[in-house]
Nanobody, 113 residues
Framework: QVQLMESGGGLVQPGGSLRLSCAAK????????MGWYRQAPGKQRELVAV???????NSADFVKGRFTISRDNAKNTVYLQMNSLKPEDTAVYYC???????WGQGTQVTVSS
């Protein structure tokens, strides 16, 4: 059994920053690829970034240069540092154990002035 718990969302002005965290509990979490996805109202869930246990990263084009994914295997935690936020980044952000059906409950990120 795996549990994923996101935190760090909130309301931020355009150009601001937020850091999301996803704490994972369960067996074999540290050996899995972890990912962040997001879903805006009326849109499908989309990939933001994924990171392997060795730190290899794949990011969506729309976040390159602004968002950074990282992980601490000792803490079973994955992070998403989001800078230069735009209103179109407003969405619920979800953590996923890639290749499984394990998802967090999501954390709301709202970018608005």
């Amino acid at each position: 059994q795996v549990q994923l718990m996101e935190s760090g969302g909130g309301l931020v002005q355009p150009g601001g920053s937020l850091r999301l965290s996803c704490a994972a509990k369960g067996s074999s979490v540290s050996i899995n690829t972890m990912g962040w996805y997001r879903q805006a109202p009326g849109k499908q869930r989309e990939l933001v970034a994924v990171i392997t246990r060795w730190g290899d990263i794949n990011s969506a084009d729309f976040v390159k240069g602004r968002f950074t994914i990282s992980r601490d295997n000792a803490k079973n935690t994955v992070y998403l540092q989001m800078n230069s936020l735009k209103p179109e980044d407003t969405a619920v952000y979800y953590c996923n154990l890639v290749g499984t059906s394990y998802w967090g409950q999501g954390t709301q990120v709202t970018v608005s002035s």
